[in-house]
């Protein structure tokens, strides 16, 4: 098995651009999340999901969307990125549920200028 | 939200002594999870506490829930830079109730 993988490892966006992270898990797992990573603050929620076609928003949703078409995939959408949004972000996914073990992806570095 | 405040925020050590990273929520959690993160690296779970007064330990490491399941510890008997890392604690319960959230972690560097 692979696990979380995450792609791609590095990014540098301009103000105002948009990408999608990419995230998949094969593992079966149903509770998929993502996180931000910044110095100091720990990791923070942004998005989650319960199952396919499930996501709701965690602590730190504004300027990024999800969707769970697949159980394998959660992608991230980055709408107009903002300078604010560089940061480290890691996907996670979990058999047993958001508030237990968590399977991190490796991780992508985001850099906006 | 749920507020878990972890301390210290940085440890420095010589190798082969003792670390301690403490966690502490003002409310009283389900679970609390304990994950380590080496330099450039994902976080990788370590453990899960689920009783009041729980202890559990792997190999040099200690893990312990207070009785009132409000804070919890993470000892590190005789330190070795294979230690080196970020440990942070994941706190569920209280007023995030189904997530996680996390502490902000305590850097450990191991001075060989």
């Known amino acids: 098995n692979a696990g979380v993988t995450q792609t791609p490892k590095f990014q540098v966006l301009k103000t105002g651009q948009s990408m999608t992270l990419q995230c998949a898990q094969d593992?079966?797992?149903?509770?998929m999340s993502w996180y931000r990573q910044d110095p100091g603050m720990g990791l923070r929620l942004i998005h989650y999901?319960?199952?396919?076609?499930?996501?709701d928003q965690g602590e730190v949703p504004n300027g990024y969307n999800v969707s769970r078409s697949t159980t394998e995939d959660f992608p991230l959408r980055l709408l107009s990125a903002a300078p604010s949004q560089t940061s480290v972000y890691f996907c996670?996914?979990?058999?047993?549920?958001?508030?237990?073990?968590?399977?991190f992806g490796p991780g992508t570095r985001l850099t906006v200028t | 939200g749920q507020q878990v405040m972890q301390i210290p925020q940085y440890q420095h050590v010589q190798e082969g002594e003792d670390f301690t990273t403490y966690c502490n929520s003002s409310t009283t959690l389900s679970n609390i999870q304990w994950y380590k993160q080496r330099p450039g690296g994902h976080p990788v779970f370590l453990i899960q506490l689920v009783k009041s007064g729980e202890v559990k330990k792997q190999k040099r490491l200690t893990f312990q829930f207070g009785e009132a399941k409000k804070n919890s510890s993470l000892h590190i008997t005789a330190t070795q830079t294979t230690d080196v890392g970020t440990y942070f604690c994941?706190?569920?319960?209280?007023?995030?109730?189904?997530?996680?959230?996390f502490g902000q972690g305590t850097i450990l560097t191991v001075h060989p």
């Open positions: 593992m079966n797992h149903e509770y």
């Open positions: 999901s319960v199952g396919a076609g499930i996501t």
């Open positions: 996670a996914s979990s058999y047993a549920g958001l508030a237990y073990e968590q399977y």
């Open positions: 994941a706190a569920a319960g209280g007023t995030s109730y189904g997530k996680l959230t």
